[in-house]
């Protein structure tokens, strides 16, 4: 694997003395215990991080120092250089990065889709296909005896049951459009709070970069968990310049981060859908933003529930559509043409049916006045009570099906949204954790190496120290011989 | 590969999250006993449960409306079943008014009891259920026949309900009084018109045209017979019907009990063996434990 930028290069454990001597040797022992030294202080750091999340390990590398003159090959100067390198793979936490914006996408969705899918999941016989069906029967049951008032009473209680199971999921996914909407601007305010803490970061890192300090590695792994952070919640894209400070965008616009300035993301309202929009500098830029928390939220709000609304509006404008026009082609008790069953409803503009689910109420209040029979036909008529009934069946053009087939589309639709929403989750997070796993299997600290590494930087030590005491006892013989 | 801590730690933590969702989602098919806990695990299934249970509140609505046309029909079946009986009874009555032998004192006996029957008639062809005159039309809410003297008027109309009991069959709900009933008052009202004027030859002709008049009632009656047993032929199929859709829905929404207990019992046991291999995870040693 290949290994990355070194971050650090740091410590000189001495200088390089020229001349070989008996003290020279003290030096090149003074040189390798403090080497040594390091490599415990670094192999301590290592082990106390084992469990931080993003932590990439360090290492020190030992390089040998050299005599100073090559050509008379003199043999070397012990442990002149150590340097401590930063087991960091970019590629893979770039990796990670652009894949958790895959799974913070689906995440949201499902999170979202979760809860439609509860609304629509009738077994109990709940909701708008029972309420259809009751609301059909109804007028079945009065095909049997049309001058029954009772069973015209039950028409319009059924026909009131309808509107209101119409109103109330209509509700309740508007409700959770707006619920996703809330989302929107916390999610917003947390992406420029983590921005404004990488540009916090970048500054340190610049600094520390400079002047080749210690914590550059510990500043970068906390950077890199918030870059993981902000990719989880927005698709951005970043690169490094020179000074080691990231610029932040995101993938198709907007700049959040530049050195060590914020450019944070601002809240509007779409004169529209009074809906959240999210500006930067005025502009609009809530298109561009595709993936990530964000992203996903985005698309339900916008895309995925306005879809399951419209289909709602779009059943019960041609049902009331429908059952008016049928009604009117009958007469009633008093054998007077039928008027309204649900009161009529106008498209706001051509082609939308926005708010006829919303809006759906029940006009007839008589029920005397249902027009259970054929033109000119007597109370005892059934004739179009049987018409009303077989609207049931019948495909609607406005629907391209029938009602109960429409309404089994938009149930499937839900279920498969929600279907395909989980298994995206479940493959993103596989393959970050997949991602996460390789990272670690470079990054991450294994105790048992760390052991390994203690025993041999101690051994190290022991040695070196054994060699000082040795020069010692030669420099004591040789100080007596010359007769001190 | 470099195995490290937190790389043992989070494929232990992944494997029993993955365990613990299935746990919950084996819990809840148990309790709830349907397969599909929620809808994304079979949108399809989702989406024609949906219309099963259309169909199935079809079949239930078709079942109530055997029930009612079968009321219907049954009462008009015995009015007319009556009726018939009771022109037997004229027949009888006009026939013997054919004889040379009577007088008019006698033919006003006969001609008074065919008066009598003719009222029964009346009544019957004036038959009233739960509100509704069955031999109306669509007139049901007011008595169809009315007599004036020995004139007997059709105030009803020719509509005739039909209902749907099935998909594909529909089942006529009554017969017009005026194709079934009237042409025997009218031939009555001859044969009682020809008695009092002690015609013989007219009294003879009356009786005939009685006799044809029978034919659109016979065919009446027997078309409430046949309809009858349609109604009755329905029901069966609709109990056949209702009982196979139940097996298919429960097909597609039930969750098979013991294989949901038999999958509880494994996945638990998976969750205790990723358990103790976790323990060993999260007691392992490492070099740290041997030195000292």
Redesign the interface.
């Given at each position: 694997m290949e290994v990355s930028v070194r971050d650090f290069a740091a410590h000189r454990a001495g200088e390089l003395i020229a001349m070989s001597s008996i003290f020279s040797g003290l030096s090149i022992a003074q040189r390798s215990l403090s080497a040594q030294q390091l490599g415990l202080e670094i192999t301590q750091r290592n082990v106390a991080n084992?469990?931080t999340?993003g932590y990439s390990k360090l290492r020190v590398n030992f390089e040998p120092a050299i005599a100073s003159d090559v050509v008379t090959a003199q043999p070397g100067m012990g442990v002149a250089e150590a340097t401590i390198e930063s087991f960091r793979n970019n590629f893979i936490d770039f990796r990670i990065s652009q894949e958790l914006q895959g799974q913070g996408e689906q995440q949201a969705a499902f999170d979202a889709?979760?809860q439609v899918?509860?609304l629509?999941?009738d077994?109990d016989?709940q909701g708008i296909?029972?309420a259809?069906?009751?609301f059909f029967?109804s007028f079945?049951?009065l095909?049997?005896?049309?001058?029954s008032l009772s069973l015209r009473q039950q028409v319009i209680q059924r026909a009131t049951a309808l509107t209101e199971v119409f109103h109330q999921l209509y509700n309740r996914v508007k409700e959770l459009q707006l619920q996703q909407d809330r989302i929107v601007s916390d999610t917003v305010q947390d992406i420029n709070s983590i921005s404004a803490d990488v540009a916090r970061l970048n500054a340190e890192i610049a600094v520390a970069h400079g002047t080749q300090a210690n914590d550059e590695s510990a500043l970068r792994d906390e950077r890199q968990r918030l870059l993981s952070k902000l990719s989880e919640l927005m698709d951005i894209s970043y690169y490094e310049d020179s000074r080691g400070m990231v610029t932040v965008a995101a993938k198709q616009g907007p700049v959040l981060v530049v050195g060590d300035i914020t450019k944070p993301l601002e809240l509007g309202t779409s004169p529209v859908t009074g809906l959240n929009t999210i500006t930067q500098g005025g502009t609009d830029v809530t298109t561009f933003i595709q993936s990530g928390k964000l992203g996903g939220v985005l698309k339900v709000r916008d895309t995925i529930l306005p879809e399951y609304l419209n289909s709602l509006d779009d059943l019960a404008a041609g049902l009331i559509q429908r059952v008016n026009a049928q009604h009117a082609l009958g007469v009633d008790l008093n054998g007077v043409a039928g008027g309204n069953i649900f009161v009529p409803f106008v498209q706001p503009v051509p082609g939308s049916n926005t708010g006829a689910a919303r809006g759906m109420a029940v006009s007839i209040t008589d029920p005397e006045t249902i027009a259970a029979?054929?033109p000119a036909?007597?109370?005892?008529?059934?004739?179009n009570a049987?018409l009303l009934?077989?609207i049931?069946n019948e495909t609607f053009a406005s629907l391209g099906t029938t009602p109960?087939?429409f309404?089994?589309?938009l149930?499937?639709?839900?279920?498969?949204d929600?279907?395909s929403?989980?298994d995206s989750l479940q493959t993103k997070?596989n393959l970050v954790?997949q991602l996460?796993?390789q990272r670690?299997?470079?990054s991450?600290?294994?105790?048992?190496?760390e052991?390994?590494n203690?025993?041999r930087y101690q051994k190290a030590y022991q040695a070196s120290a054994r060699f000082v005491t040795v020069i010692d006892n030669l420099t004591s013989d040789l100080l007596r011989i010359l007769g001190g | 590969m470099n195995v490290t801590t937190s790389t043992m730690y989070r494929s232990f933590l992944s494997n029993l999250n993955s365990l613990d969702e299935q746990l919950v989602t084996v819990n809840q098919q148990i309790s709830t006993g349907k397969k599909n806990v929620y809808l994304r695990d079979s949108p399809a299934s989702g989406a024609e449960s949906v219309l099963l249970r259309e169909e199935s509140a079809e079949i239930d609505q078709y079942k109530a409306s055997t029930d009612s046309s079968g009321f219907y029909l049954q009462a008009a079946d015995s009015a007319l079943n009556s009726i018939q009986n009771l022109i037997a009874g004229i027949q009888t009555r006009g026939i013997e008014a054919t004889s040379a032998t009577l007088d008019a004192t006698n033919r006003d006996a006969i001609a008074k009891d065919i008066r009598s029957l003719r009222d029964q008639m009346l009544s019957l062809a004036n038959t009233e259920v739960q509100g509704r005159y069955v031999f109306a039309g669509s007139r049901i809410l007011a008595p169809p026949f009315s007599m004036v003297g020995d004139a007997v008027s059709y105030l009803g109309d020719t509509q005739l309900n039909q209902i749907k009991v099935s998909d594909d069959l529909t089942v006529q709900q009554n017969v017009a009084g005026s194709t079934a009933l009237s042409p025997v008052f009218d031939a009555i009202q001859s044969l009682l018109s020809e008695i009092d004027a002690g015609d013989q030859a007219g009294i003879v002709d009356a009786l005939a045209q009685l006799t044809s008049s029978l034919d659109p009632l016979n065919v009446a009656r027997g078309e409430v017979g046949a309809q009858l047993g349609k109604v009755a032929n329905v029901k069966s199929e609709l109990d056949t019907e209702a009982v196979n859709l139940h097996a298919y829905q429960s097909r597609i929404e039930d969750v098979n009990a013991a294989e949901a207990a038999v999958r509880l019992g494994q996945v638990q046991t998976a969750v205790k063996a990723t358990m103790s291999a976790g323990q060993s995870i999260l007691q392992q040693q490492n070099l740290f434990d041997f030195l000292v």
């Open positions: 084992a469990n999340p889709l979760q899918e509860a629509f999941n077994p016989g296909q029972s259809m069906s009751d029967a079945s049951a095909a049997n005896t049309p001058e029979a054929g036909a007597g109370p005892g008529s059934n004739a049987n009934a077989g049931q109960g087939q309404y089994a589309n149930v499937y639709r839900i279920g498969s929600g279907a929403a989980h997070q954790q996460e796993n670690d299997a470079f991450g600290v294994n105790l048992d190496e052991a390994v203690i025993i | -």
